[in-house]
């Protein structure tokens, strides 16, 4: 037996995983969802990530998520600097972690 399950991005649909990062969906938790919307999507996934990083009505566990994964996408810079001032203190501290990330690639 397996301590683990392999979810392929595939089987969702770019709407239903949009749906469960937003919480609608129960059979998916949030934070998955949002890594499997970015492994579904690769880098054109920058505008959902974005979306839901700064929707305050996004379970605040999503939108650390999302933040995370805008990391990898250089063209996100400014979108995680703005996040920086977010209300939500996971959500800034996302930020924080994501540009010293990015900017530790960079170097």
Request: charged share 25%.
């Amino acid at each position: 037996m397996s301590d683990y399950a392999v979810v392929d991005p595939a089987a969702f649909t770019t709407e239903e995983l949009m749906s469960a990062a937003r919480g609608e969906v129960k059979a998916l938790k949030p934070q998955l969802a949002v890594v499997l919307l970015r492994a579904k999507l690769g880098d054109a996934a920058e505008q959902q990530l974005t979306d839901l990083a700064r929707d305050g009505t996004v379970d605040p566990r999503a939108r650390h998520a999302a933040t995370l994964e805008l990391a990898s996408l250089p063209s996100a810079r400014k979108t995680l600097e703005s996040l920086l001032t977010s209300s939500e203190q996971l959500v800034a501290d996302a930020a924080a972690k994501a540009l010293q990330r990015s900017q530790s690639v960079d170097d």
